[in-house]
């Protein structure tokens, strides 16, 4: 069993940076990629990237490329969303989630809202 928590959230100023942070905790060598995910209001739940555990290798949607970074704590267990330069349409719960052989886990989310 892994239980995913994420933290950070909260209200920001078009432009501005956040970071978000996701604790995981139980059986984590099970995870083999960690993803964000978010979900605006309204909307579905939308791929924001990823991290493959064993490399470090990442990969983001081309909506938050170059203004998102993804990060791994391996000592902490903990799984980093920095945001740099948010947008309006970035308003979003943000989601953890840990996918490993038949196993897959989400957080409870993180909300941010962006203002301008």
């Known amino acids: 069993q892994v239980q995913l928590l994420e933290s950070g959230g909260g209200v920001v100023q078009a432009g501005g940076p956040l970071r978000f942070s996701c604790s995981v905790s139980g059986r984590t060598a099970d995870m083999d990629y960690m993803y964000w995910y978010r979900q605006a209001p309204g909307k579905g739940r939308e791929y924001v990237g990823e991290?493959?555990?064993?490399?470090?290798?990442?990969d983001y949607a081309n909506s938050v490329k170059g203004r998102f970074t993804i990060s791994e704590d391996n000592a902490k267990n903990t799984v980093f969303l920095q945001m740099n330069n948010l947008e309006l349409d970035d308003t979003a719960v943000y989601y953890c989630?840990?996918?490993?052989?038949?196993?897959?886990?989400w957080g409870p989310g993180t909300e941010v809202t962006v203002s301008s």
């Open positions: 989630n840990g996918d490993g052989v038949g196993t897959n886990y």
């Open positions: 991290i493959r555990r064993s490399d470090g290798h990442k």
